[in-house]
């Protein structure tokens, strides 16, 4: 499609737009384009103010014919250009005529002078009649005189400025006598004039210009008054500007008009660019709010329409009430006041009312009077909820309603009342309900789940729920295809349901719609499918892969639709509402052109680096005299249809590629080659159309044939001998210098090796003497600190004066370091020799260690008010010893709180991924200097900055911890801030594939700790006990001791039969250690004789029962035993919590002489504030963790807050002997008296003061008694 305008001509190929000037020969004084015209052999023939230029069909440039140079050049513009014969064109111009011999000369025209200007060439019966501004002229054969024919029916004043002749009928245009119809014999048929007598439907207007369409109507353009349709010579349609409608001509005046092949029609306007009327839009028009007449609607935004029985259309407007149109008065009635809501869902009209449904409530209106009846509200009616979405009667009674987010409701209509059904009180499996409908009197209902068939009698749902892999949360439309089965337009594509079968039927709808989210769907007898998109509006059907796609730039009222709003009128119309209007189309007649691809332009780039350019192509094969590297094509659409990401195929000798966006690269093969190009979705006859076929012919290059290839071979040959013959000589000539070099090597290598191997046996010999260096010291020292340590801390026990107590102190605290840092020594000096992660696939826990090593750091956090946040996470799998992973996070940890200001923070967090499990330990301390980072990992290192001049310390810790982390195989790393804290990560191999998951299990169940050499029967016991207890297993009798020393369970299941040691060398085992004697047992065996029973049972088992075992029985005996141990720690707590009774630690508990050695540890070292929970585990012969659990089991409570209760109860007897309530505090070994006040109103539930004056009142009255 070619366009003349006043800044140049321009090319349009149905997809870009293209400006031609001086590159392509347009060599002219002025760019105005005047005429453009085709002539019978392809020539395109362009006209500017002062030049003619033909683009002839086989060139790719403009070619300058003829120019109007003489002084008289203004009056010599073009009017029009057109055929005279096959081989003449006639070029009119306000002088007259040139006339081009197209066989001949084309710089030689023969001008024919004419009395008045030419304006156009019509044929009437093989009659060439030429038209000037208000004469018709003949041009007899040979002649160089314009003859006038007789047209007096023209008026003497008329100035022609169109002409057009059609089935022998002249339609003429004029300036300022309208138009005026005649017949082959210029009898006037009809005239449109300013005559009063005539029909004014052209009224003051020029015609500026005429064309015929394909369903031979008349187009009149006006000058400046829009378009005029002419239908049989009687007046159709107007076409005018319309502000508020974006579909409207762009302009009112008109300049040009031309109809292409497909039908279409082109408007050219003045300052409004052209203006495309698509032939396939005919059978679609919009509604929308107007501004500039009575609008047939309220407001654009349509969410509702409906038909009543006067056949006038109601439609809702968000926000902008209802509109009731008659389409025969073109009247249209609003509806805005006093409805429920604002936004109308659903309207439902029977005989008398109509029914409106929004988001607040319902809306009762007469159909008659158009006055709103009536609202039901939750505020004013029974009605439940609002959010209603369709409307869907039951019987003559009852109405079924549908609620967005609250159920289901039954409307009586008799009464008025109202029943709700939600997820709450009945079997419904959501609340989100939209559309309903009617299939044979079956009643089914829409929800973001599934489909629900509603039982009217009974009042029961059925539901029929969507699959994953359907992957639909929302349901927008439902309808019924002519096979009644239900169509749903969802979020996720167009489904089909069977509600005979009550199945979901297959679709092979085209791929594309697989993802869309379809607003609505209708579906036509043929089972043409016609649906609704949020950018858009596509047309397909089952078991095809076309589908068409409809724009707004195809006639709809706008790109995005509202969800659940299509509508069948009764003349068969189907209309859909969206943001911008209604738009109704008819399905069985609206066919959108597939399309029609042709070759736009071609860039072809030769293999010397020259390109060359071609966009004037007609023939299907193109010959060219150099080889071709690269050829670039670009597409148009001959049908010049709107695109929404079309793709297309293109076929070569080497295969298929697909391709988009109108553009293809390739690269022929040498020789002669073809392209085939396809729109695989574009259908002829039931067959893809035909291709757009290119062959293409260039030279082979001299290397691809046969001679040249054989020159190259023996080239390559020669070369290849050469380059061998050459490469041997000097490769003979370089063995024989390496040969000797390699000697001298070798014997170099050989005294190396032997000078290395004694150097390793040395450093080896030096290794093992510092080992035994270290384990020599650490043992010698440990027993004269024994003896130190031992008498110094009973000679804290004497009084003695505060210098001589001071300088005790000091010694302490020096032993207790010296302590340290042998241990450290000892740690570092076995790290060595500890087993690496994958020498016996140790494998632990990380969550038990982290919570036990929490357990054990929470007393010295509360002690310095830090806040602790540790991870609860379900049992997590690491490779490391559990030693080994011990020592590594505890070392962290230590450090961490020693190195954390008061009220600070540390938090220890866990994550795995597919390779690595990671601990990462931050604290919000004093951090270290960037420069010392590299250094804290090296022995007995300690930093020198006044950061960290807060703890003494080895400088041990870290360098034990980067060893065992070497040794799994891991990785540690550390980021820290100066005054804003440290992060350490340690990083293990995920080797057990492994997933970090949040913990389900309650840490305050009890522990149940099951030993078997058979992993089936662990298998089977942790799934028995694991939804009432901690369950932990160990598949050897030996790894069964380390946990239980290490875990201190609440029970013990084991079984005797094993290797290594049986179950009742465990047992023994248990029972002889005082760490873990309070554990009961139950043994399970398949030994059945009495002896084996009694054997067990005199080692002190708990029970003993014989395998195969009820599960019953086994379940029961556990919870008796557990039942028993926590009844024996809340008698513990009660006891604590009552003070009257005197020397309770005697007394009380006595069976347990683990809490009796408690106790005597604390009667003597109470009253030392700084006495600590490892102070009590090392005086009592165990770690802190084993005397943290071994409390738990036996008591309920910690180490922390079992010294804290002795210490109440000693204040509390010192309270009762009258003593002031600080004394007792300081005297019981508390360092701040509030924290004493709150801590025994926590345990007793009385303030000290509270109850000092009990103990008096209670004395006074017992003397007066």
């Given amino acids: 499609m070619w366009f003349g305008t006043d800044d140049g001509l321009v090319r349009y190929d149905g997809v870009k737009f293209k400006k031609y000037n001086a590159t392509n020969g347009l060599n002219n004084r002025t760019n105005k384009v005047t005429q453009i015209f085709v002539d019978a052999k392809d020539n395109l023939w362009v006209t500017f103010d002062c030049s003619i230029h033909v683009l002839f069909a086989d060139e790719q440039s403009f070619t300058y014919v003829h120019g109007f140079s003489d002084i008289n050049a203004i009056n010599k513009s073009v009017n029009a250009i057109a055929q005279l014969s096959p081989n003449i064109v006639t070029v009119l111009t306000s002088q007259g005529a040139f006339l081009f011999n197209t066989n001949f000369n084309y710089n030689n025209p023969q001008f024919i002078t004419s009395p008045t200007p030419l304006i156009d060439l019509v044929q009437i019966n093989d009659t060439q009649y030429f038209i000037g501004n208000n004469e018709v002229y003949t041009l007899p054969a040979n002649s160089n005189t314009f003859v006038t024919t007789d047209a007096a029916v023209l008026p003497d004043e008329v100035n022609i400025t169109s002409a057009l002749s059609f089935n022998n009928l002249l339609y003429i245009g004029t300036q300022t006598h309208g138009l005026f119809i005649l017949d082959q014999y210029f009898n006037l048929i009809r005239e449109f004039t300013l005559s009063p007598a005539s029909q004014n439907i052209i009224s003051h207007e020029h015609v500026s210009s005429l064309t015929i369409d394909n369903s031979q109507r008349l187009w009149v353009g006006l000058k400046s008054h829009g378009l005029v349709l002419l239908q049989a010579n009687t007046l159709d349609k107007t076409f005018r500007f319309d502000p508020s409608d974006p579909h409207s001509i762009t302009t009112n005046f008109i300049n040009a008009l031309y109809t292409s092949d497909n039908g279409d029609v082109w408007i050219g306007t003045d300052r409004g660019g052209i203006n495309h009327f698509r032939a396939s839009s005919e059978k679609l028009y919009h509604l929308k709010h107007s501004v500039l007449q009575d609008s047939p609607l309220s407001g654009n935004d349509v969410t509702a329409i409906a038909v009543d029985k006067y056949q006038r259309g109601w439609m809702a407007s968000n926000s902008d009430g209802i509109s009731v149109y008659n389409p025969d008065t073109y009247v249209n009635i609003v509806i805005n006041q006093q409805l429920a809501g604002l936004k109308v869902a659903k309207l439902h009209i029977e005989n008398q009312y109509a029914w409106a449904l929004d988001e607040v409530g319902i809306t009762k209106i007469d159909v008659d009077t158009l006055k709103v009846v009536s609202t039901y509200t939750p505020v004013n009616s029974d009605l439940p909820a609002g959010n209603l979405m369709d409307w869907l009667p039951i019987n003559n009674e009852q109405v079924l309603l549908s609620h967005q987010g609250n159920g289901i409701s039954i409307f009586t209509l008799s009464d008025l009342s109202f029943t709700h059904y939600t997820v709450q009180n009945s079997q419904l499996p959501t609340n989100q309900f939209g559309q309903m409908i009617n299939i044979n009197g079956q009643i089914w209902i829409s929800s973001n789940l599934g489909v629900h068939l509603f039982d009217p009698e009974q009042h029961t749902f059925s539901h029929f729920l969507f699959t994953p892999e359907q992957n639909i949360n929302l349901i927008n439309h439902i309808t019924s295809n002519s096979d009644k089965h239900i169509v749903l337009s969802s979020n996720n594509g167009v489904h089909v349901f069977d509600p005979l079968t009550k199945k979901f039927v297959p679709r092979n709808f085209p791929d594309e719609l697989a993802s869309m989210n379809i607003q609505a769907t209708l579906v036509t007898e043929e089972g043409v499918h016609w649906s609704t998109l949020k950018n858009g509006l596509i047309e397909y059907q089952n078991n095809s892969r076309r589908f068409s796609w409809y724009t707004e730039a195809d006639g709809l009222q706008g790109s995005e639709f509202n969800p659940g709003v299509a509508y069948k009128n009764i003349r068969g119309m189907y209309v859909f509402s969206g943001l911008n209007g209604i738009t109704v189309l008819n399905p069985n007649a609206l066919v959108k052109p597939d399309i029609k691809l042709q070759i736009s332009e071609m860039k072809v780039l030769y293999q010397d680096g020259s390109e060359a350019f071609y966009s004037n192509i007609h023939h299907d094969s193109m010959i060219f005299d150099k080889a071709i590297d690269v050829i670039q094509i670009d597409l148009g659409d001959v049908n010049f249809s709107t695109h929404n990401s079309p793709q297309f195929e293109y076929f070569t000798q080497t295969g298929m590629t697909k391709f988009d966006d109108f553009k293809l690269v390739f690269s022929p093969k040498a020789g002669s080659s073809t392209i085939n190009i396809v729109n695989p979705l574009s259908t002829f006859d039931n067959f893809i159309a035909p291709p ?102 009973q000679l804290r026990n004497y009084k003695m004066e505060p210098e001589a107590q001071t300088m005790l102190n000091i010694l302490v605290r020096n032993a207790d370091r010296l302590n340290t840092l042998v241990k450290k020594v000892f740690e570092l000096s076995i790290s060595d020799k500890l087993p690496t992660s994958t020498a016996n696939a140790a494998i632990t826990d990380l969550s038990l260690v982290i919570r036990q090593l929490a357990n054990i750091f929470t007393p010295y956090t509360e002690q310095r008010e830090l806040t602790f946040r540790l991870p609860e996470f379900a049992p997590l799998k690491v490779t490391i010893p559990l030693y080994n992973l011990e020592t590594i996070l505890s070392n962290l940890l230590s450090n961490a709180v020693k190195y954390t200001q008061q009220g600070g923070e540390i938090s220890i967090e866990v994550e795995a991924d597919a390779h690595f499990v990671s601990v990462h330990i931050t604290d919000t301390g004093v951090g270290i200097a960037d420069h010392e980072i590299p250094l804290i990992f090296n022995r007995f290192y300690r930093s020198q900055s006044e950061h960290v001049d807060i703890e003494d310390g080895t400088g041990l810790g870290l360098a034990i911890v980067e060893q065992l982390v070497d040794k799994a195989d891991g990785l540690i790393k550390v980021s820290s801030e100066v005054d804003i804290g440290t992060r350490f990560s340690v990083i293990f ?277």
């Fill in 989 to 1265: 191999p995920n080797t057990l594939n492994q997933t970090y998951q949040p913990s389900n299990v309650d840490v305050d169940k009890p522990c149940i700790l099951c030993i078997d050499d058979n992993e089936d029967i662990l298998t089977y016991l942790e799934n028995l006990f694991k939804h009432d207890y901690q369950v932990h297993t160990a598949n050897s009798s030996i790894a069964g001791l380390t946990i239980a020393k290490d875990l201190l369970p609440d029970l013990i299941i084991s079984d005797i039969m094993m290797p290594e040691m049986d179950g009742i060398e465990v047992l023994n085992a248990l029972k002889s250690d005082h760490i873990t004697n309070h554990i009961p047992v139950i043994l399970l065996t398949a030994k059945s004789s009495q002896a084996s029973r009694m054997e067990g049972l005199a080692s002190a088992a708990s029970d003993y029962i014989n395998k195969p075992f009820e599960e019953e029985e086994l379940r029961l005996k556990t919870r008796n035993i557990i039942a028993e141990q926590e009844s024996i720690r809340r008698r513990y707590i009660e006891s604590v919590s009552t003070v009257e009774p005197e020397h309770k630690f005697e007394d009380q508990m006595s069976s347990s002489k683990f809490i009796h050695q408690l106790n005597n540890i604390l009667l003597v070292h109470y009253n030392k504030p700084d006495f600590t929970v490892q102070d009590l585990a090392n005086l009592s012969g165990m770690s802190d963790r084993q005397l943290l659990r071994r409390l738990k089991n036996e008591t309920g409570i910690g180490a922390s807050e079992f010294i804290r209760n002795f210490r109440l109860n000693i204040a509390a007897d010192l309270l009762k002997a009258g003593k002031p309530a600080s004394f007792a505090a300081y005297e019981a070994g508390f360092t701040s008296p509030s924290y004493f006040s709150t801590s025994f109103k926590k345990l007793f539930k009385i303030t000290p003061k509270q109850f000092s004056k009990k103990q008096k009142l209670e004395s006074i009255i017992a003397q007066n008694t």
């Fill in 692 to 793: 757009v076929k290119l062959n293409i012919e260039h030279p082979i290059p001299w290397h691809s044939t046969s001679f040249g290839i054989i020159a190259i071979v023996i080239a390559i040959i020669a070369a290849v001998y050469g380059s061998v013959a050459f490469r041997i000589r000097q490769v003979k000539r370089t063995a024989k210098k390496l040969a000797q070099l390699v000697k001298k090597r070798t014997d170099d290598l050989r005294r190396q090796t032997e000078i290395s191997r004694l150097q390793a046996e040395k450093l080896a010999l030096t290794v093992a003497e510092k080992d035994s260096i270290f384990e020599t010291i650490s043992h010698e020292l440990r027993t004269p600190l024994t003896l130190i340590q031992g008498p110094v801390q």
